[in-house]
């Protein structure tokens, strides 16, 4: 089976501008869970999406949204982008259940 | 509040010796815990699971032991190798109803010559 994809890997953007990012879950994936990562920090949660409806969210600012299609693919919106939003995005697909997640390579968003 | 957490940010291991890195949890009630192994510019991988009903997992060169009395679990690697140089971090899932995982900080681990 092919793995979680993302894209795109690298994004360059100026404050104030929004930023839409793909995930493509593992085939068979319902659920799709979207993660900040900072340098130095660990996964920051975002949100989770099952079977096209937001299940779980953090705690991010309204900025910070997502879908998930009937084909689970997943995309997650910034919003007024802020410095502070520079960091690598993670999206990790799993069957939806109490089981392990798989994860793509990331985009990495800066914003200048 | 409830939460996972790392002992060490930083381990350094000599190459050939094994690692142990630890993990404490505050949810008596979560039932799943998983390793993950995050190598520089990539995503994070994963390393092995346990769930509350074993005390001890074995993979290859991986071992992860789960002490419920005192919530805790540790990740021992045997043989550390330089490939085995990343950020390591353990996840638990506690069942609300929405099945989330709760992340712990991160253990980074560097391997000497």
């Known amino acids: 089976k092919a793995g979680v994809t993302q894209t795109p890997r690298y994004l360059i953007k100026t404050r104030g501008q929004q930023v839409t990012l793909s995930c493509s879950p593992i085939?068979?994936?319902?659920?799709v869970s979207w993660y900040q990562q900072t340098p130095g920090q660990g996964l920051q949660f975002l949100f989770e999406y099952f079977s096209e409806t937001q299940r779980n969210k953090g705690n991010f600012p309204g900025r910070f949204s997502g879908r998930q299609f009937s084909n689970s693919r997943s995309e997650m919106n910034v919003s007024t982008l802020e410095l502070g939003d520079s960091a690598l995005y993670l999206c990790?697909?799993?069957?939806?259940?109490?089981?392990?997640?798989?994860f793509g390579p990331g985009t990495r968003l800066t914003v200048l | 509040g409830e939460s996972v957490g790392l002992h060490l940010p930083t381990l350094s291991v000599q190459e050939g010796d094994n690692s142990i890195i630890n993990c404490a949890y505050s949810?008596?009630?979560?039932?799943?815990f998983i390793w993950y192994k995050q190598e520089s510019g990539k995503g994070p991988q994963f390393i092995i699971d346990?769930?509350?009903n074993m005390d001890k997992r074995q993979g290859q060169r991986v071992t992860v032991l789960l002490n419920k009395t005192v919530k805790h679990l540790s990740l021992q690697i045997a043989a550390t190798q330089p490939g085995d140089s990343a950020v390591y971090f353990c996840a638990e899932n506690i069942v609300r109803g929405n099945y989330q995982l709760i992340w712990g900080a991160g253990t980074k681990l560097i391997i000497k010559p």
């Open positions: 990790a697909s799993s069957t939806g259940t109490a089981d392990t997640q798989y």
């Open positions: 085939s068979g994936h319902r659920s």
């Open positions: 346990i769930r509350s």
């Open positions: 949810n008596s009630a979560s039932d799943y």
